[in-house]
């Protein structure tokens, strides 16, 4: 079965990172990564049990249901996905999202993320965001999530490993500052990847709601999902019937979650894979909107977020 212990897992990503190395372009680039990042990590001092501190509950009444696996398919075939992003009507940057079988655990789904910004935002605010998770494909249950936030000139690393038999959820954080640790209670955990598939493989009913314990890098999001309305939009794939939804964040770490965090507003297709197609923000600092603008059995190569006007997409999987 899938590693529990950290060093395990360490020793895990050391073999998957040999194995991927003798296929496609993209899984070498993905092979050199792992297995820098997990033998830095056997470098790090061990972690010692006693230095966690006592896992954050959920206050009493913040409920969040358990859920299992909807009659929706989850994006279908679509196993890769590029976001363009603005600000204020402006190019700012994008990311990408992509599907893929573990390559040594069957029944494990591997998802990753890039999230960056343009050359024109990275003369004041320069981001290179990484994310994956492991989670199991029958239930949509986390295993692991691992995350490199690069944004100027600070480099942070996370690691998040979820224990369902234990209720309990555990995050480290590496920087140049040292370690933190966190760990939290909770009885129906997702990750971005796992939450987010789970969400929209739901019925999506207009005037239903769907509550998500959602942990990344240090934090916990409870976030609830109101389906507001269909609508009709234009996107650059063309013309989608879709379904409007209002995320909030109800609780954030360790307190309830400020008003601002209501401000966001997400379109799904009303079809059957509820492709998320757009997503708007309103900020402090002005409008943000994430619009879809391919998607495909391939995967968008990495050289390419160089230049989001430009995408390729190869099939090596």
């Given at each position: 079965g899938p590693p529990r212990s950290i060093e395990d897992r360490l020793s895990f990503d050391l073999l998957q990172a040999h194995n991927l190395a003798s296929t496609g372009f993209l899984h070498r680039i993905a092979a050199?990564?792992?297995?820098?990042?997990?033998?830095?990590?056997?470098?790090?001092?061990?972690?010692?049990?006693?230095?966690?501190?006592?896992?954050?509950?959920?206050?009493?009444?913040?409920?969040?249901?358990?859920?299992?696996?909807?009659?929706?398919?989850?994006?279908?075939?679509?196993?890769?996905?590029?976001?363009?992003?603005s600000w204020l009507g402006l190019p700012a940057g994008g990311a990408t999202f992509e599907l893929h079988h573990h390559a040594l655990v069957p029944g494990l789904i591997v998802g990753e993320a890039h999230l960056y910004t343009n050359g024109l935002i990275d003369t004041f605010y320069t981001m290179r965001n990484y994310l994956r998770e492991d989670f199991t494909r029958a239930s949509l249950s986390p295993l692991d999530i691992y995350i490199v936030q690069r944004e100027n000139r600070r480099h942070d690393e996370f690691?998040?490993?979820?224990?369902?038999?234990?209720?309990?959820?555990?995050?480290?954080?590496?920087?140049?500052?040292?370690?933190?640790?966190?760990?939290?209670?909770?009885?129906?955990?997702?990750?971005?990847?796992?939450?987010?598939?789970?969400?929209?493989?739901?019925?999506?009913?207009?005037?239903?709601?769907?509550?998500?314990?959602?942990?990344?890098?240090?934090?916990r999001y409870v976030i609830r999902f109101d389906?507001?309305?269909?609508?009709?939009?234009?996107?650059?794939?063309?013309?989608?019937?879709?379904?409007?939804?209002?995320?909030?964040v109800v609780y954030w770490r360790d307190r309830w979650a400020p008003n601002t965090a209501r401000n966001v507003m997400l379109w799904v297709s009303a079809d059957n894979r509820h492709l998320p197609l757009r997503l708007e923000s309103a900020t402090v600092f002005g409008s943000l909107r994430a619009d879809l603008v391919a998607l495909g059995p391939g995967a968008v190569e990495w050289s390419a977020l160089a230049s989001p006007g430009t995408l390729k997409v190869c099939h090596n999987r």
């Open positions: 050199g990564a792992a297995f820098f990042f997990a033998a830095f990590l056997f470098a790090a001092a061990p972690i010692v049990p006693s230095a966690w501190p006592p896992p954050l509950p959920l206050p009493s009444g913040v409920l969040v249901p358990r859920y299992a696996p909807g009659p929706h398919t989850g994006l279908g075939d679509t196993r890769a996905m590029t976001f363009r992003i690691t998040v490993a979820f224990d369902r038999a234990d209720r309990l959820v555990t995050s480290v954080k590496r920087s140049r500052k040292g370690v933190e640790r966190y760990r939290f209670r909770s009885d129906n955990p997702s990750g971005p990847f796992s939450g987010a598939l789970m969400a929209l493989s739901q019925p999506l009913e207009i005037g239903k709601s769907y509550t998500f314990d959602i942990f990344t890098a240090i934090n389906v507001r309305r269909r609508d009709h939009i234009q996107t650059p794939l063309g013309d989608f019937d879709a379904i409007l939804i209002a995320p909030y």
